[in-house]
């Protein structure tokens, strides 16, 4: 069993930065991909980033691409996520997810363990 906790959401000023982070407990990540999906009121969850643990392979959602940036320590088995020049569009829960396979997909169910998400409330 994997434990994630998300945490470091807040509240920030449109065109500011926010980290947040996704602390994994219960096994080593190794051969895990970890991904962070986001969902706003009224709205599907959506994939905003991936991340291999393994070789640190990034994907990007085409509209976080240039703005966001995934990282991990495998030291800490922490998964980040640095988000700048937010809009008050990036409003939203963001979770921390981690699959099994070891391979980064842009779908929610390929992913089996998830945290309970963090607050990120962007004002304009």
């Known amino acids: 069993q994997v434990q994630l906790v998300e945490s470091g959401g807040g509240l920030v000023q449109a065109g500011g930065s926010l980290r947040v982070s996704c602390a994994a407990s219960?096994?080593?990540?190794?051969?895990?991909?970890m991904g962070w999906f986001r969902q706003a009121p009224g709205k599907e969850r959506e994939f905003v980033a991936g991340i291999s643990w393994n070789i640190g392979m990034t994907t990007y959602a085409d509209s976080m691409k240039g703005r966001f940036t995934i990282s991990r320590d495998t030291s800490k088995n922490t998964v980040y996520l640095q988000m700048n020049s937010l809009e008050p569009e990036d409003t939203a829960v963001y979770y921390c997810?981690?699959?099994?396979?070891?391979?980064?997909?842009?779908?929610?169910?390929?992913?089996?363990?998830w945290g309970q998400g963090t607050q990120v409330t962007v004002s304009s």
């Open positions: 219960g096994r080593t990540l190794l051969n895990h991909a």
């Open positions: 997810a981690a699959s099994t396979t070891g391979w980064v997909s842009r779908t929610q169910a390929r992913y089996e363990y």
